[in-house]
């Protein structure tokens, strides 16, 4: 089994910068790809930017000029900067594991129904808060 545990969430102004961890534990041998996740109270959770293990990336294009996807391989930790914060940005941010290389690809910059949640393994999520 894997763990997941994120961090580094916290309430910030806009135009400020976050950077999320997410630490790894467990069978990490088993994760070929890794995930940020975003969702709002009443909203379906939606995918922000993954990374698998052969370094392809992506990040969702409304996302991609303030937000960036980085993994340490060695110390199995998942980053996610965020940078120049709006307060649409403001949501529970999830780390998910997947062990299919390519497929939280295609729930970047959409949301996941919720009977499909249950194909990846979750962190259980670090608040991040934007005021204006």
């Known amino acids: 089994q894997v763990q997941l545990v994120e961090s580094g969430g916290g309430s910030v102004q806009a135009g400020g910068s976050l950077r999320l961890s997410c630490a790894a534990s467990g069978d990490t041998a088993g994760i070929h790809a890794l995930a940020w996740f975003r969702q709002t109270p009443g909203k379906e959770r939606e995918g922000v930017a993954t990374i698998d293990n052969e370094d392809a990336y992506m990040v969702a294009n409304s996302l991609k000029r303030r937000f960036s996807i980085s993994k340490d391989s060695a110390k199995n930790i998942l980053y996610l900067q965020m940078n120049n914060l709006r307060p649409e940005d403001t949501a529970m941010y999830y780390c998910?594991?997947?062990?299919?290389?390519?497929?939280?690809?295609?729930?970047?910059?959409?949301?996941?129904?919720?009977?499909?949640?249950?194909?990846?393994?979750w962190g259980q999520g670090t608040q991040v808060t934007v005021s204006s």
């Open positions: 998910a594991a997947d062990s299919i290389a390519r497929r939280p690809f295609t729930y970047i910059g959409r949301p996941i129904p919720a009977p499909q949640l249950g194909i990846f393994t």
